[in-house]
Every structure is written in structure tokens, then in C-alpha cells.
């Protein structure tokens, strides 16, 4: 079983940036793909972006390409969510998770989630 906890969320001035962490632990060796959602007060929880332990490759979704850039240190199995040009509709907890996979419905499932980590974007 893998643990996911997430960090560095805060209140931040729109234009600002911040950076989130994921750091795992436990049986990481089986987690293949990394990937941050983030829940929107009131609304579902949306893919943000992933990126693969052992190559580094990234994706993301349209809304945060070129503002948002996901990175790994294997050695400290730690993702990261750097967040630039940050926008008040940027406002969410964000979750990190482990295999990530979206299902027929458009939600997603992962083998483990973290506790999510509150980012506010004031105007």
C-alpha cells in the first residue's frame, strides 16, 4: 500500500505562484504514474496533470498547460505541482494519486489518494 501526503497549499494573490508536494511512502516500487486532480468548491474533482516515476513524462490537462509544470525526485519519491500565473479559478484542494485511471463516466479511479491540500486564489 502506498501513503500519499500532499503539501504546500496556501492563499495566494492572483498572477502569484505556488508549489505543492506529494511525497510517498510505503510499497512505492508498483506506482508507475503520479497525477494531481484538483475539487473546485461545489463541483467535481478534474484531472490536472500526471507524470511517470521512471521517465518524467508529463501531461496535462488544456486549462493549466504553460502555467502549471508537474516534476518527480525519484530519490525522495516526491512529485511536485509548481503553479504559476496562478487565477482565482485556480481555487481547489488539490490531490495527488497514485495510477490514476478515467473510467467510462469521466471520474477517475487511483490505486491511493492523498488528503488534498486547500489552494486560494484571491482577485
Known amino acids: 500500500q502506498v501513503q500519499l501526503v500532499e503539501s504546500g497549499g496556501g492563499l495566494v494573490q492572483a498572477g502569484g505562484s505556488l508549489r505543492l508536494s506529494c511525497a510517498a511512502s510505503?510499497?512505492?516500487?508498483?506506482?508507475?504514474?503520479m497525477g494531481w486532480f484538483r475539487q473546485p468548491p461545489g463541483k467535481e474533482r478534474d484531472f490536472v496533470g500526471d507524470?511517470?516515476?521512471?521517465?518524467?513524462?508529463?501531461y496535462y490537462t488544456d486549462s493549466v498547460k504553460g502555467r502549471f509544470t508537474i516534476s518527480r525526485d525519484n530519490a525522495k519519491n516526491t512529485v511536485y505541482l509548481q503553479m504559476n500565473s496562478l487565477k482565482p479559478e485556480d481555487t481547489a484542494v488539490y490531490y495527488c494519486a497514485g495510477d490514476p485511471t478515467r473510467l467510462d463516466n469521466g471520474t477517475y479511479f487511483a490505486k491511493t489518494w492523498g488528503q488534498g491540500t486547500q489552494v486560494t486564489v484571491s482577485s
Open positions: 507524470i511517470s516515476w521512471r521517465t518524467g513524462s508529463t
Open positions: 510505503g510499497r512505492t516500487f508498483n506506482t508507475y504514474v
